[in-house]
């Protein structure tokens, strides 16, 4: 199995994750949601490592960004047995920038 194949990018080209629970205490730390990876849905721990907002200075409107970090394991998803033929580790990690603009 070549390594394009083993997340089957032509049969499930959208990784989505969907967060429904926000830990903020005087600054975000974690988003809980559910990763859906080849058509597979699990839970997942967005962790902030980073996050802030501030004014755009052209478009005078707010705009909140950081940078999150999960640890994604394959196995959860079905792709332990793949990924070990390949020889690549069962736990892969997630990095995510994100930015968003207040309407």
Do not use: K, N
Request: hydrophobic residues 45%; contains cysteine; charged residues 25%.
């Amino acid at each position: 199995m070549a390594r394009a194949a083993l997340l089957d990018a032509a049969g499930h080209p959208t990784l989505r994750f969907a967060g429904d629970t926000v830990d903020f205490d005087r600054r975000l730390g974690a988003v809980d949601g559910l990763l859906t990876l080849r058509g597979r849905s699990a839970p997942l721990t967005l962790r902030a490592e980073r996050f802030g907002c501030y004014t755009h200075p052209l478009l005078q409107r707010e705009v909140c960004g950081g940078d999150f970090d999960a640890i994604v394991e394959l196995g959860r998803w079905g792709l332990a047995g793949a990924a070990a033929e390949q020889a690549l580790a069962d736990r892969v990690r997630l990095r995510i920038q994100v930015e968003a603009l207040q309407p």
